[in-house]
């Protein structure tokens, strides 16, 4: 019986392809990203420490809500940066 092992043989992307993704990631961050921070910082962590210092229901309700939305950010947040940290990080790596 013949060996019917295939060699898959990858080849290596050009470092202008690299470069091209990376630039393509950045105007993303700067597109989409930034206006989500800004959300962010401007809109939901103020309300979370506004609804915290206020006692009625309303507001307990409140701080629910921008509580979760802080979850979902961070979350947005980490989906994004985890690969792109990745990917900077191999084209970059010396």
Known sequence: ????????????V????????LDMMKRVFTGRMLPLLTIFFL??????IMQGHMDTPLNHGLMVF??????IYLGIFAAFA????????SVHKK
């Open 1 to 12: 019986m013949k060996d019917t092992k295939t060699e898959i043989k990858f080849f290596s």
């Open 82 to 89: 985890v690969p792109f940290w990745k990917y900077y990080k």
């Open 66 to 71: 921008f509580c979760v939305m802080f979850v």
């Open 14 to 21: 050009p470092e202008w392809k690299k470069e091209e993704k």
């Open 43 to 48: 809109i939901i962590i103020p309300q979370i």
